[in-house]
């Protein structure tokens, strides 16, 4: 596995969590999952720390959403295994939640009622109302999903995907069908509540920018396993558009474009 020189761009190699980890350990060994004759992964490794927040990027149909799949327990390997927190991923649900591109509101509850379903234990108001405000929804807790900008929809999403507290978060595409500015928002809501609860995170992305924007540690998928592994100091704030993410994004793209 190529990893990236980032000494040459000034930023440090060692990986830093920027929070007290709370999520769970994930680790994937020799994982291969084919379909029909076409194999997408071949005998991948990959471990993510407790806390951590990962990336995945790579051209289409690299196995980016088939490893997210896999992870969450809704997909099956063809050969080698999944663990979360220790448990098999297919019996780790109580362990994870999922955002989707979608954010997949039922339509006749209210916004209130919708996050109460990330509950496994039925409804608590008291957790509903503490979900939204950290959302920013809370004025909004009986209104309509229909009634909600794209934006607001995602964060009932979220609040809903956290207000049970996981131990890990995967999110599929979940800011892809978004303007810029409301998904720079949405990016900041995400990057501020990892920081403060400490939950595993798992983006798949086409965006590198986010990637580079969210992450600990960002992997290239492709030819079936991980091409480049890029781990992201965090000291302290970073300007978005600096050099020093600039560069750490352009060794990505030159990774994903290269083969």
């Known amino acids: 596995m190529q990893m990236p020189d980032l000494a040459a761009h000034g930023v440090p190699t060692p990986p830093m969590l920027r929070h007290a980890p709370e999520g769970v350990e994930i680790a994937i060994r020799n994982l291969g999952r084919s379909f029909g004759g076409q194999r997408v992964l071949v005998n991948l490794d990959l471990d993510v720390a407790p806390g951590e927040f990962l990336s995945i990027v790579g051209k289409s149909g690299c196995g980016k ?3 997210l799949r896999l992870v ?4 099956r390997p063809t050969s080698g295994s999944v663990t979360v927190g220790g448990l098999p991923a297919h019996e780790a649900g109580d362990h994870l939640r999922i955002m989707f ?3 997949r509101l039922l339509p ?3 916004v209130a009622e ?3 379903i990330g509950l496994p234990r039925g409804p608590d108001p008291r957790a509903v109302a503490e979900a939204l405000e950290q959302v920013q929804l809370a004025d909004k807790a009986g209104f309509w999903p229909a009634q909600l900008s794209g934006g607001q929809r995602q964060r009932a999403a979220l609040a809903r995907a956290l207000v049970s507290h996981p131990g890990l978060l995967l999110l599929d595409e979940p800011l892809g069908a978004l303007d810029a500015l409301t998904r720079l928002t949405m990016q900041n809501l995400i990057r501020d509540m990892h920081d403060r609860a400490g939950f595993t995170a798992i983006l ?3 965006d590198v920018a986010e990637a580079v924007a969210l992450s600990d540690r960002v992997i290239v998928l492709g030819q079936g396993g991980i091409l480049t592994e890029t781990r992201i100091l965090r000291a302290g704030p970073t300007t978005r558009g600096s050099a020093e993410l600039a560069a750490i994004e352009t060794g990505i793209l030159d990774a994903i474009f290269a083969r």
Not at 72 to 75: H, K, N, S, V
């Open 65 to 67: 959403s088939t490893l």
């Open 72 to 75: 969450a327990g809704l997909d």
């Open 101 to 103: 591109q979608e954010p």
């Open 108 to 110: 006749w509850a209210s």
């Open 114 to 116: 919708n996050v109460a």
């Open 204 to 206: 798949v992305t086409h």
